[in-house]
């Protein structure tokens, strides 16, 4: 019997009751304007101070380093954009990795092409890790800014930030990562990692979306990139989305209440899933590492078949699933992120990511073992250059 799964949770996530339930009363009942120097207003700026409060200790943080953003593609231009302009003059050049996603990447593309600065983008190994000597080989007189993802948006690498942090501390570089990926899902601490600014979007663990984070070290503060009214302490104009910030709070510290126990739970149906297909499936491969690995994330590849195909097929067995980042599934070139581990074009096309959550179960397992075998049969079957 068909049965719907819902395996993209690494594009999106629902809204949890938690954080709806927090959001509700700030639409209509305490739609307050946090700026305003009336009672009502004050009331919702304390509420949104308190959501600041809670994101803080969520991250190891102090609240006067967190500033609310759009999402976390600003909170990444936020940070690169800004770094830049307020250390250009101490030196213009940046360190990156070569699968970081897209809003670093483009990001750093315009400070090369526009603002004269230098890029390093550094090789990954097989399995997605940026190497931490490769860091520190990298780092000159004039390097500004390290920028390494906490985990990898395509095929789950859990990198080495508290190394990568170690190294630029030591340097006296500041240290950005995109934490995107990681937060509500594995265990983030600010001082432990090293970083001095790191990125997270609301919609990635059952927050709301159009709402993000930067965290910003003290002392360091960065110019503004969205000018307007001073909100955010002069650092991020714009009427504050008090629903959305409460909302991403919620979301964020009931994900962290159950960081260990979900994550455990989450890694077991990733494996079985994993070593399930592995079995029930000739050359296919795993793409990422089997250890440091984001708990629900389930990447392969399958030769002699397009991912598209895979995708249309799965999704009309009821299966949600991705081809890559959700933010560039639209294009038909290979994910740079499977070329970046190697991979090459004719197999990288036939890739599938399974990003499992919170609603998933074993029975959702069972089924994707059941219905993918199949599909990629069936497409092989049409398939020109397949032999068995």
């Not at 995107?180 to 609301?202: E, F, T, Y």
């Amino acid at each position: 019997m068909k049965r719907n799964v819902y395996a993209d949770h690494a594009a999106t996530t629902a809204l949890s009751d938690t954080a709806l339930n927090a959001m509700l009363p700030y639409f209509q009942e305490k739609f307050g304007n946090p700026s305003s120097l009336y009672g009502f207003g004050q009331a919702a700026k304390a509420d949104l101070d308190a959501a600041r409060a809670e994101v803080a200790v969520c991250l190891g943080a102090k609240p006067d380093e967190i500033f609310f953003t759009s999402g976390g593609t600003e909170a990444d231009n936020w940070a690169l954009r800004g770094v830049a302009e307020a250390r250009g003059g101490k030196g213009r050049h940046i360190i990156t990795s070569t699968i970081e996603h897209h809003a670093i990447l483009h990001t750093l593309r315009y400070l090369e092409k526009y603002e004269g600065f230098q890029v390093t983008y550094l090789g990954v190994d097989s399995e997605g890790f940026v190497n931490p000597a490769d860091v520190k080989a990298a780092i000159r007189p004039d390097t500004i800014l390290i920028s390494i993802m906490s985990a990898n948006n395509e095929i789950g690498t859990i990198e080495p930030v508290t190394e990568i942090g170690a190294i630029a501390r030591e340097a006296g570089v500041l240290f950005h990562t995109d934490a995107v990926q990681a937060v509500g899902h594995i265990p983030v601490n600010v001082d432990r990692w090293n970083v001095d600014l790191l990125s997270l979007s609301g919609h990635k663990f059952h927050g709301p979306r159009g709402v993000g984070v930067l965290y910003v070290r003290k002392p360091l503060r960065l110019p503004p990139l969205i000018h307007g009214g001073g909100q955010e302490k002069g650092r991020r104009s714009g009427t504050e989305n008090v629903a959305g910030a409460v909302g991403l709070a919620a979301a964020l510290k009931e994900a962290a209440a159950h960081l260990d126990g979900e994550g455990a739970r989450l890694s077991a149906l990733r494996d079985r899933l994993m070593d399930g297909l592995l079995s029930a499936v000739p050359r296919c491969k795993i793409t990422g590492p089997r250890e440091n690995r984001l708990p629900g994330t389930a990447s392969l590849v399958f030769e002699c078949v397009e991912g598209e195909s895979i995708l249309l097929r799965l999704d009309a067995m009821g299966i949600q699933s991705s081809s890559g980042s959700a933010c560039s599934s639209a294009s038909l070139d290979p994910s740079h992120v499977l070329l970046g581990i190697g991979l090459p074009h004719e197999i990288a096309h036939g890739s599938v990511r399974l990003s499992l959550g919170r609603e998933n179960t074993g029975e959702d397992v069972d089924y994707m073992l059941k219905v993918i075998p199949e599909v990629i049969a069936g497409l092989r079957a049409m398939s020109p250059i397949w032999e068995d």
